[in-house]
T-cell receptor, first 116, second 114 residues
């Protein structure tokens, strides 16, 4: 159990366009979802935390108008990279949690975004 | 601010040999500690976690980790490595205040030689 999927796994888009990444919890209800960004040879950096039905909480330095996060249901969160630029190219990973103090975050396989 | 250091970027171990991956953290109090493994095309998988109690923690796939408060370390060990263990390993910490906010180290890539 506790499977998290991401779609797409890879996406290439042109500069200036927007791209949406989906994160789904397939077999459990995710009260909280997290979005991370992973640069090559670096650790995962938390971008934002979202609770179902609430606005996302963004980490310092993350532009909320550029990285739009929606957590409209207990099984789906989306990250939209708006007006993408080459520097937004990265590996984006989501995780989902049932919430509470269990701390178990279940991670998706990630989405490789390339902006040309 | 919390930070996690994994001093080894790459480690190569022969199949069947023992493994130790190092992790040091910086935090004001004892945090919650985790080890994750990331295989290509797969999401991060939790190997084990330490919240409190016995400082030697057993995890999945034959891994264990030992929390040493005096050294602010949480090293991951396995007595006999298998080729399928080749992957990226991440140490992570979270505050013990009930807030889910993982801070990850930079990872250690494990290579297993025949």
């Amino acid at each position: 159990g506790a499977v998290v999927s991401q779609h797409p796994s890879r996406v290439i888009c042109k500069s200036g366009t927007s791209v949406k990444i989906e994160c789904r919890s397939l077999d459990f209800q995710a009260t909280t979802m997290f979005w991370y960004r992973q640069f090559p040879k670096q650790s995962l950096m938390l971008m934002a935390t979202s609770n179902e039905g609430s606005k996302a909480t963004y980490e310092q330095g993350v532009e909320k108008d550029k990285f739009l996060i929606n957590h409209a249901s207990l099984t789906l969160s989306t990250l939209t990279v708006t007006s993408a630029h080459p520097e937004d190219s990265s590996f984006y990973i989501c995780s989902a949690s049932r919430g509470g103090r269990s701390y178990e975050q279940y991670f998706g396989p990630g989405t490789r975004l390339t902006v040309t | 601010a919390q930070s996690v250091t994994q001093p080894d970027i790459h480690i190569t171990v022969s199949e069947g040999a023992s493994l130790e991956l190092r992790c040091n953290y910086s935090y004001g109090a004892t945090p919650y500690l985790f080890w994750y493994v990331q295989s290509p095309g797969q999401g991060l998988q939790l190997l084990l976690k330490y919240f409190s109690g016995d400082t030697l923690v057993q995890g999945i796939k034959g891994f264990e980790a030992e929390f040493k408060r005096s050294q602010s370390s949480f090293n991951l060990r396995k007595p006999s490595v298998h080729w399928s263990d080749a992957a990226e390993y991440f140490c992570a910490v979270a505050p013990n205040t009930g807030f889910q906010k993982l801070v990850f180290g930079t990872g250690t890539r494990l290579l297993v030689s025949p």
